[in-house]
């Protein structure tokens, strides 16, 4: 099975949360049903275009940013990658600065 749904969800979840949105305010703005948006973040469902495009329309962001850089192979460093930098997409400049002193600080720990 295509791990292409939960990194869509992911993203999703990512932008909603940035804008401080509950899945029910996502939903009325997108024009959707909120469990379905539920399921849309989990990955449970593998939304229709129009279905993305009002959630993008929504969230006020280009579609492609919810399909730019999909990997789908789980084992490899480009998927791992990718859910990295999907994470932190959407954090603010300082705490991609704080998360990037913790990974430094980490390595090093890991390398002693």
Do not use: C
Request: proline share 3%; net charge neutral.
């Amino acid at each position: 099975m295509s791990n292409l749904p939960k990194l869509i969800g992911e993203r999703i979840r990512n932008y909603r949360k940035e804008k401080g949105w509950s899945q029910e305010e996502l939903a009325h703005i997108a024009n959707l049903h909120a469990t379905y948006i539920g399921q849309l973040e989990r990955g449970e469902k593998n939304a229709t275009l129009e279905s993305v495009e009002k959630v993008a329309n929504a969230l006020e962001i280009p579609l492609e940013n919810l399909f730019r850089s999909i990997h789908s192979n789980p084992d490899s460093q480009e998927y791992t990658l990718t859910r990295i930098v999907t994470f932190l997409q959407t954090k603010s400049v300082e705490d991609q600065k704080t998360f990037l002193k913790l990974l430094e600080l980490l390595s090093d720990w890991k390398s002693k």
